[in-house]
């Protein structure tokens, strides 16, 4: 949804309704988002609470310890926190589309390529702090461009249009939310080396799950100013 962001002081939310489930998120989180990629992707009726996370309820450290989103309550009042966690639950518990290969070597790939890939958002972290301070880029855009180098290999090895094989699976959604980002970072000039996520980027942004999720650049771009400032109410941006 797209209602404000519960803060502090805002009273627990009911319980979950029967034949839904509930997800905890914040509009510009890239986890959340992959939260939400597969319960589109997968049509899973859910609900949408979104949580403040520079000024989170007290009550929300029942449903993720660490304070993150995402977090999944069930309507019987089971909690299940951590993106990844997250994510495999949806993929096991809900008939549909299975975005997990069930051959164990394959399953095995799409994590290490997850893992890779937690590489890539160690340096857009440092690049968001770079930009906010105005800071030179090249020194992170070039560590940039040697991490994605990898992963157009990867790519390349495999022979496929996505990085699970010839459709979209799990380990698309669990890195896509960072590609957005890649937009409105000003680094997205780093993909013109690597032609095969470029392609693979084109091909992401026609999933319908994809589109469903998808947020503005400049929606994005408002939100990062205002939350590196410290802004407590930047997750409310454009509402």
Known sequence: GSEKCLAKGCPTPGPVPEG?????SMRFCPYAQSARLVLAAKEIK???????????????????PSGLVPSL??????VIYESPIVCDYLDEVYPGKKLTPADPFQKAQQKMTVEHFSKVTAVLYKILCAKANNEDLSGAKEELQEKLLKLDEILAKQNSHFFGGSEVSMVDYMIWPW??????FDVKDCLNKTPLIDK???QMLQDPAVKATYIEPDAMLSFFKLYIQGDLEACDYGL
């Open 179 to 184: 590609f957005e980002l890649l937009i409105i």
């Open 200 to 202: 693979w980027c084109q």
């Open 20 to 24: 839904t489930i509930r997800v905890y």
């Open 46 to 64: 859910h609900e949408v609470i979104n949580i403040n996370l520079k000024n989170q309820p007290d009550w929300f450290f029942e449903k993720s």
């Open 73 to 78: 309550e069930t309507s019987n009042g089971q």
